[in-house]
């Protein structure tokens, strides 16, 4: 098993480096990174497809409140009928 320098952060580094980590708590190491990453990545594009829907709703209120039909407003958001009379 080898593990590639650009696999480990500096803290990994420096922890090897200070002692001798056997290869299967490294792999743990590196794999934990890695998960917190995807985690991350995760999270990112939750937090733009809510974005995204939130810009939906605040677009279908503002058409709403303007009078469009109901059909022009689910033509341009992708919204349901449903969604756009909840408000």
Known sequence: ???QDDDMSPNIKEEWNMTEIPVKEAARLIARRHEKEEYREEGRKEGIEKGIEKG???VARSMRSDGLPIET???YTGLSENEILQF
Do not use: N, S
Request: glycine share 0%; no cysteine.
């Open 73 to 75: 407003i689910k033509k």
């Open 1 to 3: 098993f080898r593990v």
């Open 56 to 58: 939906k709703l605040a």
